[in-house]
Every structure is written in C-alpha cells, then in structure tokens.
C-alpha cells in the first residue's frame, strides 16, 4: 500500500486505499459520515487548530494528477465509502451532477431551458449558463423576467408562451 503525506498538514499521511495516519497517532480511524455519506477526517495544524477534510478528496489531491484544475471529485462506483484511489476521478461540477442523474442517484430538481435560436432542449440552467459563459443565476434573472434577457435561452415551460406572441 502507497502512502503520500498530506498536502498543508505536516505529518499526516493519506494512503492510495483511503487510510489516513499522523506520526503522532498511527492509522486513524477517526472519521465521520455526512449526510451523503462520504468520510470526513479531522487532521490538526500544529497547535490545537484543527480543519474537517474530505477523505476522497485527500486521496485525489495525493495520488491522481489534475491537470485540468477541476473542482470535484467523482466515487466512479456511486459508492461515497469507496475512497481506493482507482475508484476516483476530478470533474467539473457540471460533469459530477450528470453522472449522478445518470447512475440514478438523484432526482433532477433542475428546469429545463431552450435555446430558441437551434430548439436545443438544456437539462438546465446551470448548462445552459455554461454553455454561453455566465453565471447561472444571472441567467436565472434574466429568464424569471427580473433583468432583460438577451440571450436566446427561455424556461421550456415558458416555449408555448413565446411562440403565442
């Protein structure tokens, strides 16, 4: 089993099978679950400070390369205990909520939108935020009639509308 020592927490270890250890304590054991299910470990900055980290995380920043700086990490298995470095992957935000959707993990509460310039049905406004390089709730604002919309983008719902017009 590989070990690689912790980024920011001097004498800390992580390992690639998901196993923290300090020099000071040996293996740790002391993690907690979240509502979602995935491990947090409490690892100490020399004096009595102390910062709650994401297990998977830890493994991902030591052992799996991020040349694309993206902001997430994915359990690949849909298993949030699963933190073997193998079951680990870095993805955008955008990326993550697709695999969960598609591996059934959660119920789209998200919108769809159109773009009424090409008919493109978007699962959502975040997408469709993305797509044009804006911030989802600008784009929020604009389709809910709050700012001027000048994009081509409308709430599906609100398509019956805008052809009536």
């Not at 907690?32 to 004096?47: A, C, S, W």
């Not at 700086?69 to 993550?96: A, F, G, R, S, Y």
């Not at 390089?133 to 389709?143: A, C, D, I, V």
Request: charged residues 30%; positive net charge; aromatic residues 8%.
């Amino acid at each position: 089993m590989k070990w690689k020592d912790v980024k920011g927490f001097k004498g800390y270890q992580v390992s690639e099978c998901g196993n923290v250890k300090s020099d000071s304590r040996g293996e740790s054991s002391g993690w907690v679950t979240n509502k979602y299910g995935h491990k947090k470990v409490r690892l100490y900055q020399g004096d009595s400070s102390y910062k709650d980290m994401y297990l998977h995380r830890l493994v991902a920043q030591a052992f799996i390369p991020n040349p694309q700086n993206k902001p997430e990490v994915n359990h690949i298995d849909n298993n949030p205990l699963n933190n073997e470095v193998n079951n680990l992957e870095w993805v955008t935000h955008k990326e993550n909520m697709q695999h969960a959707a598609e591996q059934g993990r959660m119920k789209s509460k998200s919108k769809k939108v159109i773009n009424i310039e090409t008919n493109e049905i978007i699962e959502s406004c975040s997408i469709a935020a993305e797509s044009i390089g804006m911030k989802r709730n600008t784009l929020q604002y604009k389709l809910n009639g709050k700012r001027p919309n000048e994009t081509p983008f409308l709430w599906l719902k609100e398509i019956h509308k805008h052809k009536m017009r």
